[in-house]
């Protein structure tokens, strides 16, 4: 059980996930599809070949006619790739063919240039076979029109840019990018670059988060840095009109100067939660003002970030309709002892390599305060200790997330 008043981190996923919905689909260009979800199934429009085409280049014959060697055959023509042969290819005669080139008619294989001699409209084919097929790639070989080769929810990588353009599909129905409006909130932080007071700190949560909304597949908006006081607080939530979620960085507890929920209260905030049983990352909260949801996030960098990977993310995944929408994980052999945990769930930065066995290891840091940015930027990982894990030995297995676990790949 977790902590009094302490939502469990898999309750919490669960309630943000069901308070989502998939967003409605939009038209785009090929061209603007990388890391896009598709809300559509994607089928040729073409057979791929078209028709039967050379493989290598080489001479089309028939099979019958370079069945025994040495032989002679007749070259009636030549076939580039891009230009057919018009004739037909009889007996004892043979077509000049490269690679792509459509198979002429009468052809039933190709004879590799290496296994022949040239000299004048006569080709001499002295080594090697040709059964009836070889080399020629059929049509339909790679697919056939009408055949679903990118199917609903899938995000398009790379690749599948290159196949779709094969497949002749120019357009693309995909769900429209979340948009994200993040306010970071406190008096103690500016941006980089301006001058910084002697109790005052960098902000790097507004730059990181909406780096990560971007990598998840999101639009981000930043809304600047809210002050402690009321007016300008609200002032500045107010930008956040029209988007699917606002996303506060600290203000989110109960101190005296947290006030996202009592001045948010007063502009409609209905809080569903707040407080979860996990390490780092306590004070989140989650709720709606309107037709915009909020997910109020810790003030502490590494906490920030790790509900976002384990909050923000999710919701962005279902509102971009995919199917997996959970970080990816995996597990490892620990590589140095733990002692017991508490009632929070820890999540561990951590390095991961390889032993001499090729076993995947995970190694978490020796310092895990919330405030040390450097850590989260260099780890591999976050190992995840449940509440009231015992003590842990080095080469105990341990489960894992994945950081690098983007939307955008080839």
């Not at 089928?43 to 014959?61: K, N």
């Not at 039933?108 to 290496?114: G, K, N, S, W």
Request: hydrophobic share 45%.
């Amino acid at each position: 059980m977790a902590g009094k008043d302490l939502m469990p981190v898999a309750d919490a996923q669960q309630r943000i996930i069901d308070a989502f919905e998939p967003l409605p689909a939009e038209q785009i260009f090929l061209a603007d599809g990388l890391g896009r979800v598709l809300a559509r199934d994607v089928d040729s429009r073409r057979d791929q070949p078209p028709i039967a085409v050379s493989a290598m280049d080489g001479y089309a014959a028939r099979a019958a006619d370079v069945a025994s060697l040495p032989t002679s055959l007749n070259v009636i023509g030549y076939a580039p790739a891009g230009h057919a042969f018009d004739g037909a290819v009889a007996p004892g005669e043979a077509v000049r063919i490269f690679t792509g080139a459509p198979v002429p008619d009468g052809a039933d294989t190709i004879v590799i240039q290496e296994n022949t001699e040239q000299s004048g409209e006569v080709v001499r084919v002295i080594d090697g076979t040709a059964p009836v097929g070889r080399y020629i790639r059929p049509a339909g070989l790679d697919f056939a029109m009408g055949d679903v080769l990118l199917p609903r929810g899938k995000v398009l990588t790379a690749r599948d840019i290159g196949l779709s353009a094969a497949m002749n599909v120019p357009w693309l129905s995909v769900h429209r990018r979340p948009r994200i409006s993040i306010l970071a909130t406190g008096d103690e932080i500016v941006m980089p670059g301006d001058p910084i007071g002697r109790d005052q700190i960098v902000s790097s949560n507004a730059l990181s988060l909406a780096a990560f909304i971007t990598a998840q597949g999101g639009t981000p908006l930043d809304l600047g840095i809210a002050p402690d006081e009321e007016d300008g607080l609200r002032a500045l939530a107010g930008g956040a009109q029209g988007s699917d979620i606002l996303v506060t960085t600290g203000g989110a507890s109960v101190g005296d100067h947290d006030l996202v929920q009592s001045v948010l209260g007063d502009i409609g905030l209905e809080v569903d939660f707040w407080r979860i049983a996990m390490r780092p990352g306590k004070p989140l909260m989650f709720g709606k003002i309107e037709e915009t949801f909020l997910i109020g996030l810790p003030g502490n960098p590494v906490s920030s970030l790790v509900c976002a990977i384990m909050f923000l993310a999710p919701a962005l995944r279902k509102m971009l309709g995919m199917d997996d929408l959970l970080p990816e994980s995996g597990t490892a052999r620990l590589g140095v002892d733990l002692p017991e945990n508490d009632e929070r769930e820890d999540y561990l930065r951590a390095s991961l390599s390889r032993d001499d066995h090729g076993n995947l290891v995970a190694t978490p840091y020796g310092k895990q305060d919330s405030s040390m940015f450097a850590t989260i930027a260099r780890a591999d990982v976050l190992v995840i200790r449940k509440p009231f894990a015992e003590a842990a030995k080095t080469g105990a297995t341990v489960q894992f997330i994945l950081l690098k676990d983007g939307i955008f790949s080839i």
